[in-house]
């Protein structure tokens, strides 16, 4: 096993739901028990519906969300002995790619000054070595000659120039780690198998960590190298990529696959067999799995009481779902 980067053990993190400011309802549980880990130069993708929490553990491994329960170490340090000025010098090896290139960047700063902010702010005094670092990384993204698109403010650029400028942002510390949170939700089709092999490029090509995020299956198999499956909180199932998306084991990676839009004009004869029903809510989540009420092949009196541990139905795969213990 390479050195891992980053660790993540039993993490938690849930947010109060107050009524009327001060009578609490609950919690939102939006990561309820997250355990992985990435090794350094890895690519590895979270994948999940919308709201089943992705973009909360993305937060958390930003530093910021607070977890609620359990840990991060980056690099072998925990995070919650972070002191502040450690802090700051973490969110410089972690590169952040949000969903929204447009409402990411400031709408009132041009290029050279969103680029140069980080740069500032961490800490580099020469401006002519700004300017050198600046013109390199925008070469990196393809925004070139970097002259034409320094004076620019993200109103004059197109969507897929916006989100280089904002992967230019993520590297201009140069990070250790990157996490992107849906980098082409947002993009036209048309440029976005551009912006993730650009990202795919300057992760290996920088030997780099890559944690990204979608809802679509579909767009992972050449741009990461083990796949997170996530429903409702927490990770149900995990293997390589190949393995993953060719051998699925847990019911809901099975469904998630047969819902992708497949060209194959014979769909057009047949139902698609994809789950009833919706993901949970997260403030008041299903007892035992949580995919249970939604699962064809749920057994009562166990699926609905117990909560399934990690199985090992195939070597290196990992399914937490209870059809694996009845198999063994
Ligand atoms: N700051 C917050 N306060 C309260 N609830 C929150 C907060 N942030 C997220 N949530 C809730 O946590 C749950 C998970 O949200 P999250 O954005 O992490 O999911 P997601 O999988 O990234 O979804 P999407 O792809 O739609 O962004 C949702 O029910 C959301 O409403």
């Given at each position: 096993?390479?050195t891992?980067?980053?660790?993540?053990?039993?993490?938690?993190?849930?947010?109060?739901?107050?009524?009327w400011?001060?009578?609490?309802?609950?919690?939102?549980?939006?990561?309820?028990?997250v355990?992985?880990?990435?090794?350094?130069?890895e690519?590895?993708a979270?994948?999940?519906?919308?709201?089943?929490?992705?973009?909360s553990?993305?937060?958390?491994?930003?530093?910021?969300?607070?977890?609620?329960?359990g840990?991060v170490s980056?690099?072998?340090q925990?995070?919650?002995?972070?002191?502040?000025?450690?802090?700051?010098a973490?969110?410089?090896?972690?590169?952040?790619?949000?969903?929204?290139?447009?409402?990411?960047l400031?709408?009132?700063?041009?290029?050279?000054?969103?680029?140069?902010?980080?740069?500032?702010?961490?800490?580099?005094?020469?401006?002519?070595?700004?300017?050198?670092?600046?013109r390199?990384?925008?070469?990196?993204v393809?925004?070139?000659?970097?002259?034409?698109?320094l004076?620019k403010?993200?109103?004059?650029?197109s969507?897929?120039?916006?989100?280089?400028?904002?992967?230019?942002?993520?590297?201009?510390?140069?990070?250790?780690?990157?996490i992107?949170?849906?980098?082409?939700?947002?993009?036209?089709?048309?440029?976005?198998?551009e912006?993730?092999?650009?990202?795919?490029?300057?992760?290996?090509?920088?030997?780099?960590?890559?944690?990204?995020?979608?809802?679509?299956?579909?767009t992972?198999?050449?741009?990461?190298?083990?796949?997170?499956?996530?429903?409702?909180?927490?990770?149900?199932?995990?293997?390589?990529?190949?393995?993953?998306l060719?051998?699925p084991?847990?019911?809901?990676?099975?469904?998630?696959?047969?819902?992708?839009?497949?060209?194959?004009?014979?769909?057009?004869?047949?139902?698609?067999?994809?789950?009833?029903?919706?993901?949970?809510?997260?403030?008041?989540?299903?007892?035992?799995?949580?995919?249970?009420?939604?699962?064809?092949?749920?057994?009562?009196?166990?699926?609905?009481?117990?909560?399934?541990?990690?199985f090992?139905p195939?070597?290196?795969?990992?399914?937490?779902?209870?059809?694996?213990?009845?198999?063994e």
């Amino acid at each position: 096993m390479s050195t891992p980067l980053l660790v993540a053990r039993g993490l938690h993190t849930w947010f109060e739901v107050r009524r009327w400011g001060f009578f609490r309802v609950g919690f939102v549980r939006a990561v309820d028990g997250v355990d992985f880990s990435l090794a350094k130069g890895e690519a590895v993708a979270f994948v999940g519906e919308s709201g089943c929490g992705k973009s909360s553990l993305a937060r958390t491994l930003l530093g910021l969300h607070l977890p609620t329960d359990g840990d991060v170490s980056f690099d072998g340090q925990d995070m919650r002995n972070l002191s502040k000025a450690e802090l700051h010098a973490y969110r410089a090896k972690v590169g952040y790619v949000q969903q929204d290139p447009y409402g990411a960047l400031p709408p009132f700063m041009d290029v050279r000054r969103i680029l140069t902010e980080p740069l500032i702010v961490h800490g580099v005094k020469d401006a002519a070595e700004r300017d050198r670092r600046i013109r390199e990384v925008l070469e990196e993204v393809r925004l070139s000659p970097a002259d034409d698109f320094l004076p620019k403010f993200p109103h004059q650029l197109s969507g897929g120039q916006q989100q280089r400028v904002v992967i230019a942002r993520a590297l201009i510390l140069e990070p250790e780690m990157i996490i992107a949170d849906e980098p082409v939700s947002m993009l036209d089709a048309s440029v976005r198998v551009e912006i993730l092999n650009l990202l795919r490029n300057i992760q290996i090509n920088r030997g780099l960590s890559l944690a990204f995020i979608t809802h679509d299956l579909s767009t992972v198999r050449h741009y990461a190298e083990r796949i997170f499956v996530m429903y409702a909180g927490r990770i149900v199932e995990t293997a390589p990529v190949e393995e993953l998306l060719d051998h699925p084991q847990h019911p809901y990676t099975q469904a998630l696959l047969a819902a992708i839009a497949d060209p194959d004009p014979d769909n057009a004869d047949h139902q698609r067999d994809v789950p009833v029903g919706e993901a949970p809510s997260l403030l008041n989540p299903p007892a035992g799995c949580r995919f249970h009420p939604r699962c064809p092949q749920a057994m009562g009196g166990l699926c609905d009481v117990e909560l399934p541990p990690d199985f090992e139905p195939r070597p290196g795969h990992l399914s937490a779902c209870w059809l694996h213990r009845e198999q063994e």
